[in-house]
């Protein structure tokens, strides 16, 4: 895999549930229509069998993807699961040398973008679709950074103040 920006996701909302997971749905869930939802995956996950290696690969790809299609890419939809990004966990020694951090940093920069674009009515509802953790880390080290000045500054001024009421009185 390479990674050249937000192309890694594909663009099709119509790919298919794999064979293994729908037997999975049918046989733990009993569902057995189209709609694979979050739900089914929390579901099904902590219950599949890990005795043979076949049956470990299947629960490292739905896991691998799970996390990334929910958590890392942040589904545009959270309740119901596309395997648009399926393809990414069908070879599961190339997704862990791919580089996560930067297609996540695309496509965090291309989501605050799309965002920005779409943020001209400010009357409507807008959703953002990325690593929002990513964000809220990184306002959080700047409202840490503030925070430490703004302390430091009061304390220098509470100090030079109180040394001139002393002499003031002395």
């Not at 909302?13 to 569902?31: N, Q, S």
């Not at 020694?93 to 297609?103: I, L, P, R, T, V």
């Amino acid at each position: 895999m390479e990674d050249t920006g937000t192309d890694f996701i594909a663009n099709s909302d119509t790919m298919e549930c794999p064979d293994f997971v729908a037997e999975l749905r049918e046989r733990i869930l009993h569902k057995n229509d189209n709609k694979v939802t979050t739900s089914d995956l929390k579901m099904i996950l902590p219950k599949m069998s890990v005795d043979d290696d076949e049956s470990k690969l299947h629960f490292r790809q739905l896991l691998s993807f799970f996390l990334l299609d929910q958590i890392l890419l942040c589904s545009s939809n959270p309740k119901i699961v596309l395997f648009r990004s399926w393809w990414a966990v069908q070879d599961l020694e190339s997704f862990e040398q791919f580089n996560w951090a930067k297609a996540i940093f695309n496509h965090l920069n291309d989501s605050v973008g799309d965002l920005k674009e779409k943020m001209v009515d400010l009357n409507k509802q807008h959703f953002f679709k990325g690593f929002a953790p990513v964000l809220a880390v990184c306002f959080a080290k700047q409202l840490f950074i503030v925070l430490i000045i703004s302390v430091w500054c009061i304390f220098v001024y509470t100090s030079l103040t109180f040394e001139t009421m002393l002499g003031n009185h002395i």
